[in-house]
């Protein structure tokens, strides 16, 4: 099993800016698969980006120029770094390990954008 915990969430200002990092431990194998997704109300949840264990990365086209995905294999944790964040950017953010048929998914945390 493998168990995930997002830090980093909070209340900011439009324009500014947030770190979530997401910690797995468990049963990690070295060739997966990272993302973050979120979920407004109302709304489905959606990828905002993912990147491998060999830091291939994908973002969706609302956050691209906006926000990096990264990761430290030696750590199993991934990071989100935000920047010029939007009111439309508010949402949970969900972190997730995928390798194979392996799914997993943290509980999420809250990213609220408002002035």
């Known amino acids: 099993q493998v168990q995930l915990v997002e830090f980093g969430g909070g209340l900011v200002q439009p324009g500014g800016s947030l770190r979530l990092s997401c910690a797995a431990s468990?049963?990690?194998?070295?060739?997966?698969?990272m993302g973050w997704y979120r979920q407004a109300p109302g709304k489905e949840r959606e990828l905002v980006a993912a990147i491998t264990s060999r830091s291939n990365t994908n973002y969706a086209d609302s956050v691209k120029g906006r926000f990096t995905i990264s990761r430290d294999n030696a750590k199993n944790t991934v990071y989100l770094q935000m920047n010029s964040l939007k009111p439309e950017d508010t949402a949970v953010y969900y972190c997730?390990?995928?390798?194979?048929?392996?799914?997993?998914w943290g509980q999420g945390t809250q990213v609220t954008v408002s002035s």
């Open positions: 997730r390990y995928l390798h194979g048929l392996v799914d997993y």
């Open positions: 468990g049963s990690i194998l070295s060739i997966n698969t």
